[in-house]
């Protein structure tokens, strides 16, 4: 049988990049601290968001590149 294979990120944190992808669609979606951010522009930057919200909250996501 086939090994099935180790999952990256957990199901829960695609939950939250989804709905930040929702918040950056509908245009409210905002980057940085409190209400000092400015408007996410990009798909990247919103699902980076979402990641590291995720990241916070301490669900299974990859540590971030350097």
């Known amino acids: 049988m086939a ?7 957990s199901r ?5 990049v989804e709905s930040e992808m ?3 669609k509908k245009g409210k ?20 968001i979402g990641l590291s919200k995720a990241r916070k909250k301490g669900k299974k996501v990859p540590r971030k590149k350097k």
């Not at 829960?12 to 939250?16: M, P, Q, R, T, V």
């Not at 905002?30 to 980076?48: D, L, N, Y």
Request: aromatic share 6%; no cysteine.
């Open 29 to 48: 979606a905002k980057s940085g601290p409190g209400g000092k951010g400015g408007k996410v522009k990009s798909r990247k930057q919103a699902i980076a």
């Open 22 to 24: 929702r918040r950056y």
């Open 3 to 9: 090994k099935k294979a180790k999952r990256k990120y």
């Open 12 to 16: 829960s944190a695609g939950a939250d």
